[in-house]
């Protein structure tokens, strides 16, 4: 920014004139031309041809990739230290062009004053790359950085300022243009006032301040950068709340403070209610019916709309559309008054205020917000899972903040018969709720998913489409399916008589609700999440989700909140047909059809919460494999589930160091066995963008439930606290091994462990008494100790432990895998014509002599380093011998 504040044209032409005069001129005189010599071919023919040469001044006659820039677009060249030495630099036969490296030197002060064409290195080596020829332009270029953007200027107050800007934006390849208009590319704006910038924020158009223009004169050397880029220039577009000052009024703590972050996040401040230095008083109309003081005229008093709709169009929007109103309806006060009950007694005033009540019944009688919850609805159909009947939407509509119907209009409404059955009633309410979940559909789409999906959104997509699909799911394909069930309930109601079937309704509709339903709640649960994660990581969104969640549409209800409707819905509708079946004579066809009908949803919740556990086994199966590094591949199967997670802590040697931390996966075949990890890595990173936590455990062995011969349920001392072994024989070992754990967690109960998972060992090895496999044992017996897992000492000891065992690992001479040993003996075996079982037998009698060699070492990290190197050359000669 130093080195640009020198750059003030000395031309007698005002830099602060519409360029774009000039840039039109030039493209039609350029048109003319070529007319002309459509026209005039032969005369075109006899003009003298102009030849183009470079002149290399100073610094730039000295860079080489400029030389071999030139030479590649075949653009002759000469170099010079002062104009003076160019003596035909006026020369009509030549068309001379001045590459000047700095525009700040005075022989670029020189060439301007003269008119010269002077360009920078980086437009020969832009064109060079490109392979274009180098371009026409009346003013000095030094890059091309802004090459076809076109900006407008507001707000700036000082000449001076305003006139190195243009400058910069002139040298960097840029068009200006002092009114705005529909070809302005980006806005350079110094204040959020006035109509340029009304008008940018309304057509979308990037507001910035001007530091992007001094950030990008800056990197004017780097070839192939564009000042248009979005990374770049977003960090200097100009925050919704700049030059903003906030209070708020009517908002809980939890919100308020919520606002003040944000608003400091967008590029405003926050003040107490009545500071005189406030600009907008933002209000929460549903509880702030008047101000407690009389504004100032310059303070813009809005609705809470104003502050969520600029966070979400990344710009401050126009107040005047958003201006808080004190909100106060005549016809509400006179309502209010007829029913007051502190009016003189009298025969008219009590009729007045009868007919005033049944004029509100009859107004409300098909509303779309459901009546009140019948006692009958308290009643549950059982069936043990996440769709509990008795969890129904109308329970959490009793406030009255339903949302209002959004839908189309219903048919004309149904005459009142003199005298209405209770199988009618019922039937009514079952339209009524029906009507009214159609139309929560219809807003979460309509204000909702419509939106987002929405392209050209200001400042962009809101969120991915990959967010959208995992945050709505199948919401569409549930209100095509309930929009038919409507129709159909209200031309039953319209036409209603008492042979009416309701059941054939949904009996008809049963395979779509099938179909359509299972998808969304399987994936509820992950819906959510979404939500949460993109409302706290995108701000756009969380200002989005708070726009609409004001609207009467939406009751003040959030997205989440709304979304559980299609969980609730079937539920319902069980609970309503099974009221509906009470109400209904036995001579009645619709008694059996209802019947069907009932048992039809029941089936496709049945088959909901099937799918639903089959899903999150599924995930848990993932979560599993994720969490475990190294975990084997084969753990992934489809008859295979997920049964408890127990978290331990090693008591042998045999899989891992005494005191380690153990998690042990118990499958309904299989436990997984793992240990903690002593090293995370970074976190993984999925296609889509999620991001992972890393692994925190580590794979030891995947024992199928049938390997485990008996389950030892050791007692309870004061050395011994919950202990618990197994008795294990894999397939390659001749002897029993005995794996002991410790619990560290409260839940589950270790009787309750060891009885589950002997329940699925008998299941795997096909027994039934499951209680005959545990054993109780003393801990002398086994030798388990835990008393002193928890002190220093130990913990010392086992650091010791661990540190030996990399010095160890550090000084070995022979760190050939297993497998690979088992490889070369293979191969060896084979050159010398003897059999595999040969071979082994000699290998393992080699591995055998090798470990005996060491059987009577003590710990290593009790042995000097020597004797270490000694004893690894030894058995490394003796295994060689062997394998020789």
């Avoid at 035909?88 to 022989?107: K, N």
Wanted: aromatic share 6%.
């Amino acid at each position: 920014m130093a080195d640009s504040s020198a750059l003030v044209s000395e031309t007698g032409r005002s830099l602060l004139a519409d360029s774009s005069v000039l840039d039109s001129k030039i493209i039609e005189t350029s048109k003319e031309n070529v007319f002309r010599a459509t026209v005039l071919d032969v005369e075109a023919e006899e003009m003298p041809q102009i030849e183009t040469r470079v002149v290399l001044v100073q610094e730039a006659g000295k860079r080489e990739e400029l030389l071999k820039a030139l030479e590649e677009i075949k653009m002759p060249y000469i170099k010079t230290d002062t104009i003076e030495e160019l003596g035909d630099s006026d020369s009509p036969e030549f068309e001379t062009i001045f590459v000047v490296s700095d525009f700040q030197a005075p022989i670029f002060s020189n060439l301007c004053k003269a008119d010269c064409r002077v360009i920078g290195p980086p437009v020969v080596l832009h064109c060079a790359q490109r392979g274009e020829p180098l371009p026409f332009s009346c003013r000095p270029l030094y890059c091309a950085s802004m090459l076809n953007l076109v900006l407008c200027f507001t707000g700036f107050r000082k000449k001076e300022e305003l006139v190195k800007l243009v400058t910069l934006v002139h040298h960097m390849g840029g068009i200006i243009r002092r009114d705005f208009s529909s070809k302005v590319t980006h806005l350079v704006a110094n204040s959020t006032h006035g109509d340029k910038f009304r008008i940018a924020v309304s057509l979308g158009i990037p507001i910035v301040k001007a530091e992007w223009i001094y950030k990008a004169w800056e990197k004017r050397n780097e070839i192939g950068f564009c000042a248009a880029d979005d990374n770049f220039r977003n960090q200097f577009k100009v925050p919704p709340f700049q030059d903003c000052m906030l209070s708020f009024l009517g908002f809980s703590d939890d919100e308020k403070a919520n606002m003040e972050e944000m608003t400091e996040m967008q590029g405003g401040h926050y003040l107490p209610v009545g500071d005189e230095r406030c600009t907008h008083l933002v209000v929460e109309e549903s509880t702030v019916k008047d101000l407690p003081f009389e504004p100032l005229k310059k303070l813009y008093v809005v609705k809470q709309e104003w502050f969520w709709g600029s966070i979400q169009m990344d710009a401050r929007a126009g107040e005047s559309m958003y201006l808080f109103e004190k909100s106060e309806s005549p016809d509400f006060k006179k309502s209010v008054s007829l029913l007051s009950l502190s009016t003189p007694n009298s025969n008219r005033k009590r009729r007045r205020l009868k007919e005033t009540l049944a004029q509100l019944t009859r107004e409300t009688d098909m509303s779309p917000f459901p009546p009140r919850k019948r006692p009958s609805a308290e009643h549950s159909l059982s069936i043990g899972s996440l769709l509990d009947i008795s969890n129904t939407p109308e329970s959490s509509t009793a406030n009255g903040e339903t949302p209002k119907s959004c839908a189309r209009p219903s048919k004309n409404s149904t005459p009142l018969p003199l005298k209405q059955s209770a199988r009618w009633q019922v039937a009514k309410e079952l339209y009524q709720t029906e009507s009214n979940y159609v139309d929560i559909l219809t807003t979460i789409i309509q204000l909702f998913q419509v939106p987002l999906e929405k392209e050209g959104q200001l400042g962009g997509p809101i969120l991915a489409q990959e967010e959208i699909k995992t945050i709505f799911g199948s919401i569409p394909d549930i209100l095509d399916v309930h929009t038919k069930i409507k129709e159909d309930l209200e031309d039953l109601m319209i036409n209603w008589t008492e042979s009416k079937s309701i059941g054939d309704i949904i009996l008809k509709y049963s395979k779509d609700l099938l179909k359509t339903y299972p998808p969304f709640v399987n994936f509820f649960e992950m819906s959510k999440e979404t939500i949460t994660r993109c409302e706290k990581q995108k701000p756009r969104f969380h200002a989005f989700l708070k726009i609409n969640q004001a609207k009467p549409e939406c009751g003040r209800q959030s997205l989440a909140e709304l979304l559980i409707r299609p969980v609730q819905r079937l539920p319902s509708v069980a609970l309503l047909l099974n009221d509906i079946k009470k109400h209904t004579a036995e001579e009645n066809p619709d008694k059996i059809t209802l019947e069907r009908a009932i048992e039809s949803l029941k089936e496709v919740m049945t088959h909901i919460n099937e799918d639903k556990r089959k899903t999150e086994a599924q995930r848990q199966f993932f979560d599993v494999v994720y969490e475990v590094d190294g975990c084997p591949a084969n753990l992934l199967s489809s008859h295979r589930s997920l049964v408890q997670r127990l978290e331990t802590v090693a008591l042998g040697d045999d899989l891992c160091d005494r005191g380690e931390q153990v998690t042990l996966f118990l499958f309904n075949d299989c436990l997984e066995i793992a240990r903690k990890r002593h090293k995370v890595i970074g976190a993984f990173k999925s296609p889509h963008g999620h991001t992972r936590p890393p692994a925190s455990l580590k794979h030891v062995v995947l024992m199928p439930l049938s390997q485990i011969k008996k389950v030892l349920d050791i007692r309870e001392t004061e050395d011994c606290q919950k202990a618990f072994a197994l008795v294990v024989r894999p397939p390659t070992e001749l002897n029993n091994k005995l794996l002991s754990f410790q619990m560290t967690t409260e839940e589950p109960r270790k009787e309750d462990w060891l009885k589950t998972l002997c329940r699925h060992v008998a299941n795997t090895i096909c027994k039934a008494d499951a209680e005959n496999l545990i054993y109780v044992a003393d801990p002398d017996s086994v030798e388990v100790n835990t008393k002193d897992m928890d002190s220093t000492l130990s913990r010392a000891s086992r650091a010791i432990k661990k540190t030996s065992k990399k010095v160890t690992r550090a000084f070995s001479f022979s760190k050939t895998p297993k497998r690979a040993l088992r490889r070369a003996l293979m191969s060896h075996s084979a050159t010398e014509g003897r059999s595999p079982s040969s071979a082994s037998e000699s290998f393992i009698g080699s591995r055998l002599t090798s470990t005996s060699s060491l059987a009577g070492v003590p710990s290593p990290s009790l042995v000097s380093l020597p004797s270490i190197f000694e004893r690894r050359s030894h058995t490394l000669s003796r295994s060689t011998t062997h394998l020789i």
